[in-house]
T-cell receptor
Framework: KNEVEQSPQNLTAQEGEFITINCSYS?????LHWLQQHPGGGIVSLFM???GKKKHGRLIATINIQEKHSSLHITASHPRDSAVYIC????????????FGEGTQLTVNP | NAGVTQTPKFRVLKTGQSMTLLCAQD?????MYWYRQDPGMGLRLIHY???????AKGEVPDGYNVSRLKKQNFLLGLESAAPSQTSVYFC?????????????FGPGTRLLVL
């Protein structure tokens, strides 16, 4: 079993829909990261969080430390949100290193 | 600032050939990483460095070597390329300070080993 599991693997939505991507992890963590990989391949960091909730524009990330679970929400989705969304954790054991989930491919149709 | 840059962007090698991938960052980051990304798998750590002159093995280090002679550069070497090393390689860097753990990624290098 991977240390970081994402669901779903693939997600197709219509423009305007509310989207949720889930991430579960099995180790004690110091922080959880959400990243976005554009169709061209570039990877950017969206959020880093260790508790609670963060919001940036239409993106919201939440984490429940007790349940070892995080969600990434996209409100009013748009075709430009189409990308791979990657969850990663830095654990107490790994220190400066990240362990990555396999990613969720999101396609938003107009 | 250019951020994190990688050279080359794309390369084709024959089995047994050697090459070096260069990663450069201009953010004065202490930590640097080399990852590979393969279809159906998450990013996997090859080697990393927590400072100039130091390197450490990651999850999949076999067949690769690294050097960090200057703080801003992190080199990944393939001494004898194998088809299993066909992949997309990403470099990343981050600051050492607690609370600054966000990693900044380069654009990637596509490597095809025939």
């Amino acid at each position: 079993k991977n240390e970081v599991e994402q669901s779903p693997q693939n997600l197709t939505a219509q423009e305007g829909e509310f989207i949720t991507i889930n991430c579960s992890y099995s180790v004690g963590i110091s922080a959880l990261h959400w990243l976005q990989q554009h169709p061209g391949g570039g990877i950017v960091s969206l959020f880093m969080l260790s508790s609670g909730k963060k919001k940036h524009g239409r993106l919201i990330a939440t984490i429940n430390i007790q349940e070892k679970h995080s969600s990434l929400h996209i409100t009013a989705s748009h075709p430009r949100d189409s990308a791979v969304y990657i969850c990663a954790v830095s654990s107490e054991a790994s220190g400066s290193r990240l362990t990555f989930g396999e990613g969720t491919q999101l396609t938003v149709n107009p | 600032n250019a951020g994190v840059t990688q050279t080359p962007k794309f390369r084709v090698l024959k089995t047994g050939q050697s090459m070096t991938l260069l990663c450069a960052q201009d953010m004065n980051h202490e930590y640097m990483y080399w990852y590979r990304q393969d279809p159906g798998m998450g990013l996997r750590l090859i080697h990393y460095s927590v400072g100039e002159g130091t390197t450490a093995k990651g999850e999949v280090p076999d067949g690769y070597n690294v050097s960090r002679l200057k703080k801003q550069n992190f080199l990944l070497g393939l001494e004898s390329a194998a088809p299993s090393q066909t992949s997309v390689y990403f470099c990343a860097s981050r600051a050492a300070r607690e609370g600054r753990e966000t990693q900044y990624f380069g654009p990637g290098t596509r490597l095809l080993v025939l």
